[in-house]
């Protein structure tokens, strides 16, 4: 029987559902009601079924930003989800064409990308994973790979309809390529925090002074991995309210590594002493409160000392080059600017996204204001504004480096990097 | 003490007599003599005569430094033995040495001993903060240098921590003056190895009697206000300060044969030491104590006591008036100028001053709303907050990392200062130089507000020279149940710092606002001397 709470609160988390729901994947759903009620606790008979029931989880999943079991997600096991969702699409699916493919995989990414806009990991994956699709259609079709490109406009000119593929043909073995082709892409994900340990050492000398904020895990491998060699210092800045950068120190520590935490209010303070400032587009370690999906990438903390380096993770990485990333980054980078410290960014290429930092209402994400002024201050919380904003926007400028799984580059090649991954036509789902 | 059954010359009874009736605490008497001792020591060693005696009485003029207040009765050579022994009881030892040598030598020593002292009582009476607290080993051994540059300056001593001699003298001041030594706490970051880190939870008055003997009530409890942070801000701890102080004044009494002047300064010294010791005195402190010793020192000795006491607690009340009240009226009238309607200003962590003036323009009817900004872990702007809005005034509340989220739609900023070095660099709160910084990168106008008492002489281009070191414990935090910095002290590669104040570049600073008008930041040289001057 089907039973449907019209409660949100009251619902227990796990609810087994035993009814097949009418809803079709093509059609999108109200994800507020339906996706709360359902896990992945129960394996149904039906392959649709299943397929659809693993969406709805998935989706929920993100909403509630993370996964249900675990309380934190990077956005590496993210972009490894959402491949392994959309290899089951492509495997399980029904379509004919490459064009019903793409048309599938379109509408899912539509829901989850709304489900969680501020998780631009999902998205870039679902590109990826178009772009795969056109290429293997190309493939099989025969024609060489670079007819399909975008690039010159002469060809644009002289072609005129040479990108109006509609991609019906058939191709019998174009599921199987395509599969295949996501599992490369799921391997290559796999590997990214390994590749960009490896350049390490290319880039951390003895004794320096490092500076990163708030936690990630990218940076957290890069520089355990260059002090198995060699010896330096790390001032890591708490990324308040979050402080996810205690927990990075922490581990850091437990290494070996030399480490300091200090505030954010000290980061200009002893940015002077700083040689590098390393920043990941950190797994903004995705914390759940309440309804609030908290995402901090710990402060860029780091005491550079002369010759100090700031080394900090991001969110995003956008197409100009600018980053999105934990809030606290954009005053760690003008520091470091000031300083004339380099600022090298730790972003492996799923995080590389189309988008541009123009409209600022779907840029900034906020979380619950009980952050920063809790709840005790209640006499004065009622007459107050309180923000309590996740991310900031750090302009390529400030940027020197980013290091990502396919080596280093400057911040001005990421459009040129975007083009090689995904297709223009996808930069709107 | 083998030389000890020689019978002294006359000089040495007027000593006995003098050293019988002034009791067992030192006198000034007793430690110059101290210091001429020492002095003669020294010059004996030079001489390169009868070594061995020297250095036997060198050793035992050590020990009996040490033992000062039990009294030991150690004895010198023949050369100082004129200067005898502060020791009550003991008569003393005209050392083995032959009378001629022994009165040829206190001579020349007595002469620049003489005018060492007399020094030293110039320098009491021109108030030079530098004395506080080290008469008898360093000021024997500074003495000649100041005399030839008077500008040179000694190095604090929280600043030198790294140093073990400059620790080991300031302990040995401390029983002297019978303040107990606060003990650092926790793992250092080696960046700050040369400044005090303390603990909140060890203060300073567990290790006091009770009732404690040398320090006035009013400043012990002063001083656990300090190292607790109930009393907080430059203004507050100066404020705090100067009515401590008249209290003290309004229970001294002079002892006999002493004058007040010099007696009450001396008296002053050890308080100091022991404020010092709770927290490091600001630079608003340092010049209001500047202040209270140059005019007790200018007290003229004919004076009746009570005449004396009026005087100077009514200038210590007209330089709390005149420095701080009546400053932030001028500097708020100025202010207001500087604020217009519609205006959004940001301010950051909780200065007095700058909230005064704040509902000060409020009450003119200027139309504005501010944001507040704080920060980790003193969360001091939740105060500001507290005030502004009991005022009325419309405020929004971020913290400093979500700052250049929200600059963009500030106007100004308004900050304040704890001291304005010499060179321009403004020393304030930690993460003002940050704002100022992002708010340049805006091109947000920075105002600083601040007192002239509160400028200082000191120069500083960064903020590890000097600085503060707060509780380490400060920066954990428990979130959500778990508390990940909780037993950092056992992992020896870790560090926590807590910073207390940075300093800002002037060239993020468009405007400093002080009572005497609104200046650039390069002109507090100026002012400086321009009050020098007047003074």
Same mark, same amino acid.
């Given at each position: ?97 490459? /064009?019903?493919?793409? +048309? ?27 772009? @795969? @699709? ?29 990108? +109006? ?88 520590? +437990? ?115 009980? +952050? ?5 201050? /209640? ?51 | 003490? !083998? ?25 000034? $008497? ?26 036997? %009485? ?38 083995? #040495? ?44 500074? #003495? ?57 939870? !060890? ?22 206000? *300090? ?8 203004? #507050? ?8 102080? =008249? ?54 000795? =004919?004076?009746? %006591? ?12 007209? *330089? ?9 009226? !001028? ?51 939740? $105060? ?37 070095? #010499? ?111 007047? =003074?």
């Amino acid at each position: 029987m089907r039973r449907r709470h019209n409660h949100p609160d009251v619902v227990p988390n796990h609810f087994h559902r035993q009814h097949t729901h009418t809803q079709t994947p093509s059609c999108p759903v109200s994800p507020l009601i339906s996706s709360r009620f359902y896990t992945t606790t129960m394996p149904a008979p039906d392959k649709e079924i299943d397929l659809t029931e693993r969406i709805e989880a998935f989706l929920s999943d993100l909403k509630r930003g993370g996964s249900g079991t675990g309380p934190l997600r990077g956005s590496a096991e993210m972009a490894r989800e959402t491949t392994a969702l959309l290899r089951r699409i492509a495997a399980q699916a029904r379509w004919s064409n490459a /064009g019903d493919l793409m +048309e599938i995989i379109r509408t899912e990414g539509r829901r989850m990308t709304a489900a969680q806009p501020s998780e631009t990991t999902v998205g870039n994956m679902i590109r990826r994973v178009l772009k @795969i @699709i056109r290429e293997e259609y190309a493939r099989s079709r025969g024609s060489s790979e670079e007819t399909d490109q975008q690039e010159s406009l002469h060809k644009l000119l002289t072609s005129g309809g040479l990108s +109006e593929e509609n991609f019906r043909q058939h191709f019998a073995a174009l599921k199987a390529n395509v599969i295949e082709a996501i599992n490369e892409l799921l391997t290559e994900l796999e590997g990214t925090t390994d590749n960009i340990k490896m350049q390490a050492l290319e880039h951390i000398h003895s004794n320096e002074v490092i500076m990163t904020i708030g936690r990630s895990r990218t940076v957290e491998a890069f520089l355990k991995d260059a002090a198995r060699k060699r010896k330096f210092h790390v001032i890591v800045a708490e990324c308040a309210p979050f402080c996810q950068g205690h927990k990075m120190a922490t581990s850091l520590s +437990e290494a070996g590594i030399e480490t300091t935490v200090i505030t954010d209010a000290a980061i200009f303070a002893v940015m002077s002493r700083v040689n590098k400032v390393f920043n990941a587009t950190g797994d903004l370690g995705n914390i759940q409160v309440e309804a609030c999906e908290l995402t901090c990438v710990g402060d860029l903390s780091g005491r550079l000392r002369s010759g100090f380096q700031v080394i900090i993770g991001t969110q995003t990485v956008l197409a100009n080059g600018g980053l999105r990333a934990v809030n606290g980054t954009h005053t760690l980078a003008l520091a470091a600017k000031h300083h004339s410290t380099p600022l090298i960014v730790c972003a492996p290429m799923f995080k590389l996204s189309p988008q541009f930092p123009n409209e600022e209402d779907t840029f900034h994400k906020f979380v619950s204001p009980h +952050e920063v002024l809790p709840f005790t201050e /209640g006499e004065i919380l009622s007459k107050v504004n309180v923000h309590c904003p996740v991310f900031d926007y750090v302009p390529p400028e400030l940027i020197t480096l980013f290091i990502s799984n396919i080596g280093g580059h400057a911040p001005s090649y990421i459009y040129r990097l975007m083009s090689e991954l995904y297709h223009p036509e996808d930069h709107e789902l | 003490m !083998a030389e000890s059954g020689v019978t002294d010359g006359l000089c040495n009874t007027d000593d006995i007599e003098r050293s019988k009736t002034e009791g067992k605490e030192l006198t000034k $008497e007793e430690k110059q003599r101290l210091r001429k001792e020492k002095k003669q020591q020294k010059k004996n060693k030079e001489k390169n005569d009868e070594k061995t005696s020297h250095e036997g %009485e060198k050793k035992k003029n050590k020990k009996k430094k040490e033992e000062q207040p039990a009294g030991s009765a150690s004895q010198p050579p023949a050369q100082p033995s004129p200067k005898a022994v502060p020791a009550p009881a003991p008569p003393p030892p005209a050392a083995a #040495a032959v009378p001629v040598p022994a009165s040829e030598a206190p001579a020349p020593a007595d002469k620049p001993a003489k005018s060492k002292a007399d020094l030293k009582a110039e320098r009491a009476s021109k108030g030079k903060k530098g004395d506080v607290g080290q008469p008898a080993p360093t000021g024997k051994l500074k #003495a000649p240098p100041s005399e030839l540059q008077p500008v040179v300056k000694r190095l604090p001593e929280h600043v030198q921590v790294d140093n073990p001699e400059v620790v080991k003298k300031l302990a040995k001041k401390l029983e002297r003056q019978q303040i107990p030594l606060r003990s650092d706490y926790g793992y250092k970051v080696s960046l700050f190895s040369h400044l005090h880190q303390y603990s909140r939870k !060890a203060p300073l008055t567990q290790q006091l009697g009770i009732p404690s003997t040398v320090i006035h009530p009013a400043i012990v409890r002063l001083g656990l206000q *300090y190292s607790q942070g109930i009393v907080a801000g430059s203004n #507050a701890r100066s404020v705090a300060l100067l009515h401590a102080f =008249q209290q003290v004044i309004r229970d001294y009494t002079t002892p006999p044969n002493e004058e007040l002047s010099r007696d009450l300064v001396n008296k002053l010294k050890p308080y100091i030491s022991f404020l010092n010791q709770c927290r490091p005195l600001s630079a608003s402190m340092g010049n209001a104590i500047k202040y209270i010793k140059k005019e007790i020192s200018n007290i003229p000795s =004919q004076c009746k %006591e009570e005449e004396a006491k009026i005087k100077l607690l009514n200038c210590i009340e007209r *330089y709390i008036n005149e420095k701080i009240v009546l400053a932030a009226k !001028a500097i708020a009238k100025y202010s207001i100028e500087k604020i217009s309607d519609g205006d959004v200003i940001l301010v950051y962590g909780c200065s007095s001053l700058v909230n005064h003036i704040l509902c000060e323009a409020f009450e003119k009817k200027r139309k504005f709303r501010v944001i507040v900004v704080d920060s980790r872990p003193r969360l001091e702007g939740r $105060e500001a907050l507290r005030r502004l809005v009991q005022k009325g005034i419309s405020c929004t509340y971020v913290l400093i990392s979500a700052v250049s989220y929200i600059l963009p739609e500030v106007s100004k900023v308004f900050l304040g200062a704890h001291a304005l070095l #010499a060179n321009g660099y403004v020393m304030s709160r930690v993460g003002t130089s940050q704002i100022a910084l992002v708010a340049k990168a805006f091109n947000v106008p920075v105002l600083v507000c601040c007192e002239t008492y509160k400028f200082c002489e000191r120069v500083q281009t960064d903020s590890f020279v000097s600085n503060e070191l707060d509780d380490p414990d400060d920066l954990i935090v428990t979130r959500k149940g778990k508390t990940q910095l909780e037993h950092w002290q056992k992992v020896p590669s870790l560090g926590l710092l807590n910073l207390v104040y940075d300093v800002t570049p002037p060239d993020f600073v468009d405007l400093v606002i002080t009572d005497l008008g609104m200046i650039p930041c390069t002109s507090v040289p100026v002012v400086l001397r321009v009050k020098n001057v007047d =003074q």
